[in-house]
């Protein structure tokens, strides 16, 4: 499949059959997280990978949906997957002036926030190279991280950013809409 079939062709799924995801497999999806850029090559990406279904059951009921009262659509995606995979960043890595001895300086504006920036970067190669593989993923960000985080055992400095569930699919939803290019693209300047 090539990239721009991938890219187009991905959708986000939260309906998996019961069919398994083999430990070689899964090993192809880290690889492409493995090889995403990530700021001066820091590589702050950590992915806790979740099998066991007590822990993906406790985790999908840390989701929140939209508004109160409202259940995440990705809930029982996070409950019934075969994997969950916990995408998150070791902090103070990235947005820092490599090998300072100072890391609390960071580079930029965006303070340490880049980590955000690399480990979405990860967690769409591995997404992508999913889909062709024929499996499914939905990035999942919209949930109590500090109750998630204390589930999986993430020490202080390692933040929760999205559960991605990941799995045979069992629904083919349609393409969600898109802006025109014209609408976000803009020549020489801001308008
Ligand atoms: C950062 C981020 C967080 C998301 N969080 C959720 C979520 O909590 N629950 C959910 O059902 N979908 C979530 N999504 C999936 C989006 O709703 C989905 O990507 C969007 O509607 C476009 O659909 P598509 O992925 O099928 O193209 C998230 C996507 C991103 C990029």
Redo the contacts with the bound molecule.
Sequence with gaps: MDVMEAIKG?????KYGDKPVNDETLQILLEAARWAPSWANTQCWRFVIVRDKETKSRLADT??GTRPGRA???TE?VRGAPVVIAACAERGLSGYYKGEDDMSLPATDKGDYWYMFDV?LAVHNLSLAAHALGLGT??????DAAAAGKILGLPQNVTL??LVPLGWPDEQ?A??P?KETSEFVFNEKYP
Excluded at 138 to 143: A, I, K, P, Q
């Design positions: 991905r959708r986000s799924i939260r989701l929140k995440n659509p990705a995606a979405a939905v990035h999942t960000g919209l949930m950013l999205e939803p393409p969600r898109r």
